[in-house]
């Protein structure tokens, strides 16, 4: 089975997580297959918009625990994540997120790098590093305190506690919450129009947008997962990571 569903219609290529069985978590084959696709779009002309969505009920749950706790062939096991993260911030194209159900770990820190994302009233963030006795990742804990302010990211990544749509709406961390019979249309209509933009009005304009970010934003991503990738060896992550593989 494809892990990832891609079509390129209108200008706009659609990204699809196709794990629906597993909701959505990535193991190494999807993130190899989201990066690429992402990175093929960047550089195809007939490109202009790329849409990020899933299959199922659920965005995605995070990591796969049990394929991220296997030995990696080469490399660290947070490199593919970070190269994804990486990949998402340098990216030209714009990229418009369609969320439906929970949004976990990463399925989450990967929306802060998005452009627009629209979510289902359905929908809800949650970054549960700390239980699992790791840290966040993604930047978010640059990005979170800028957008929400302290108390709620320390709520959010420290205390675990669930961001519904609506809060991470209102805080600015996505543009809107729509019945889930909107959202398809709602999206569609936004990709559209972004795809009838001059392309290079609108990616220069991203860049600055990213740039705005600054370079710590970059040191940070990398710092934030060496922290990860130590902590994944202690006694409270391999604990924690075990006890959910075996439920």
């Not at 709602?186 to 991203?206: F, M």
Request: proline residues 4%.
């Amino acid at each position: 089975m494809t892990t990832l569903l891609q079509t390129l219609d209108e200008r706009v290529l659609q990204l699809t997580l196709n794990r629906a069985d597993k909701r959505n978590a990535f193991d190494r084959e999807l993130y190899a297959a989201l990066t690429e696709a992402i990175q093929a779009g960047d550089i195809d002309p007939e490109v202009r918009v790329i849409r990020l969505m899933a299959e199922g009920g659920c965005f995605s749950a995070g990591n796969d625990i049990a394929d991220f706790l296997a030995e990696p062939e080469q490399g660290r096991r947070t490199d593919p994540p970070l190269k994804l993260l990486q990949t998402l911030r340098a990216c030209r194209k714009p990229i418009v997120a369609q969320v439906h159900g929970k949004a976990v770990g990463i399925g989450a820190t990967l929306l802060l790098h998005c452009d627009l994302v629209y979510a289902s009233d359905e929908s809800a963030l949650v970054f549960p590093f700390v239980a699992l006795g790791l840290c966040p990742e993604g930047g978010s804990t640059q990005l979170i305190p800028q957008l929400a302010g302290h108390v709620k990211a320390f709520e959010w990544l420290v205390l675990g506690q669930s961001c519904s749509a609506r809060e991470a709406a209102q805080c600015g961390l996505i543009n809107a919450v729509l019945p889930v019979e909107q959202l398809e249309a709602q999206v569609t209509n936004v990709v559209t129009r972004l795809a009838a933009l001059d392309p290079q009005a609108v990616q220069n304009s991203r860049r600055r947008l990213q740039l705005a970010a600054g370079k710590q934003l970059d040191v940070l991503m990398q710092a934030e997962m060496d922290l990860f990738e130590s902590l994944l060896e202690g006694e409270a992550a391999q604990q924690a990571l075990n006890a959910f593989v075996s439920r």
